[in-house]
Nanobody
Framework: VQLQASGGGLVQAGGSLRLSCVAS????????IGWFRQAPGKEREFVAA????????YYADSVEGRFTISRDNFKNTVYLQMNSLKTEDTAVYYC???????????????WGQGTQVTVSS
């Protein structure tokens, strides 16, 4: 499956962005989807994940209550709504597809190209 992430940009602290991850090539609804992020000089870290139906979602503690992951299997798209953004949310955000829901990047089989999110103070 091919993944295309978009929606990043520059926003002030306290603002919002919505990222999208559009999939093509294989049956999208077969895959669990995760969002990860990587800041300069840091390792890639888990942000959120969603199961195949969208009925179960998982979040890193650092974004719980501020970010919401959702999916529309008819549109082959997963969204990451990010509210109350903080400067520490600045990173390149990646979506990934896999056959299990995991907090570990290595358990995902397909990756999008990343979209930059910059939060200014």
């Amino acid at each position: 499956v091919q993944l295309q992430a978009s929606g990043g940009g520059l926003v002030q602290a306290g603002g919002s962005l919505r990222l999208s991850c559009v999939a093509s090539g294989r049956t999208f609804s077969n895959y669990r989807i995760g969002w990860f992020r990587q800041a300069p000089g840091k390792e890639r870290e888990f942000v959120a994940a969603i199961n195949r139906s969208g009925g179960s979602t998982y979040y890193a503690d650092s974004v719980e209550g501020r970010f919401t992951i959702s999916r529309d299997n008819f549109k082959n798209t997963v969204y990451l709504q990010m509210n109350s953004l903080k400067t520490e949310d600045t990173a390149v955000y990646y979506c990934a597809a896999g056959t299990v829901v995991s907090w570990t990047a290595g358990n995902y089989d397909f990756w999008g190209q990343g979209t930059q999110v910059t939060v200014s103070s």
